[in-house]
């Protein structure tokens, strides 16, 4: 497999609904106008991928422009996003479709963003839910969350991203919603019959010097950035460091969306316990093995 991949924004601009648009407009990163062009290039840069014989491309389809108001899709942009799919395939690129990298809608954030635990539950779950519908038939693979470890660090750990929140008990409870609602999201995608893979953005973590101060700190970044991941992946344990949850137990449906109903024989369930140091355990069982995130990151190519 070899091909590329870019985020809507990096491609076609910050979409006027989102929450870069206002981070932008606000001096806090430049302004991306058009990006690249993408938007109305697409096709004629699907066949230059393909003559460089690149037959892999994924893209992020825009939150903020399929659903620019909570409930209300925008018939203009599923109709260009649909247009783009199919310019991949007929250049012979298979498009992997990303659901968030990095951007979200305004009205997301505004309530919360994945920091609040009902916007995953309810109006993440929707999201995948309309995505699926809306372009299984033309993707073929997925990619529900574009590096899915960084993201929380950048936007509520001082990265940068907006928010732009500088407080690690909220990254640390943000980190824990996105490997969720990654996993979550997963379970649904895959049910279109495409291959699902995960994005980790690989940084390495290297002590400067032998202090336990700087061995403690390099083992709590490795135990978020990393093992949260690696843990959910391996064994379907997620254990996020400062992440204490509370509330009932959480169940993973077959659909792909998350409730707090009892388990069943298609269900997968997902209960809370404190781990050592104050970390958030939530172990996954899978009744049938019908999906695992191990699974499907291996189905797509992945270790």
């Not at 495409?194 to 709590?220: E, N, Y």
Request: aromatic share 10%.
């Amino acid at each position: 497999m070899w091909g590329t991949g870019a985020s809507s924004t990096q491609s076609e601009g910050a979409s006027p609904a989102s929450d870069w648009w206002d981070w932008e407009r606000a001096g806090r990163a430049p302004l991306s106008g058009e990006g690249n062009g993408f938007a109305v290039r697409y096709a004629e840069d699907f066949a230059l991928l393909a003559g460089l014989g690149l037959r892999h491309h994924r893209l992020s389809i825009d939150w903020a422009r399929v659903e620019p108001e909570p409930g209300r899709h925008d018939p203009a942009a599923i109709a260009h996003y649909r247009d783009v799919l199919a310019a991949a395939l007929d250049a012979g690129v298979e498009p992997w479709v990303c659901l968030h990298h990095f951007t979200l809608p305004r009205w997301f954030t505004d309530s919360g963003g994945f920091g609040a635990e009902p916007n995953r539950l309810n109006a993440w779950a929707r999201h995948v839910e309309f995505i699926a519908e809306t372009f299984g038939d033309l993707a073929r693979g997925w990619q529900p969350v574009n590096e899915t470890n960084y993201y929380p660090f950048a936007a509520y750990l001082g990265g940068g991203w907006p928010p732009g929140h500088n407080d690690l008990a909220e990254c640390a409870r943000v980190s824990q919603a996105m490997q969720l609602a990654t996993a979550e999201a997963a379970v649904r995608l895959k049910q279109t019959g495409a291959p699902v893979a995960s994005i980790f953005g690989l940084s390495a973590i290297q002590a400067m010097d032998d202090t336990p101060k700087t061995r403690r700190l390099a083992g709590l970044i490795d135990d978020v950035n990393w093992q949260a991941g690696l843990g959910l992946f391996r064994d379907g344990t997620l254990r996020v460091p400062g992440a204490c949850s509370t509330g009932p137990p959480l169940t993973i449906t077959s659909g792909g969306t998350a409730t707090t109903s009892s388990s069943g024989s298609s269900t997968a369930t997902v209960t809370s316990a404190p781990a050592p140091g104050c970390c958030s355990a939530r172990r996954s069982a899978y009744p049938h093995n019908d999906w695992s995130p191990r699974t499907a990151w291996r189905q797509s190519g992945g270790g």
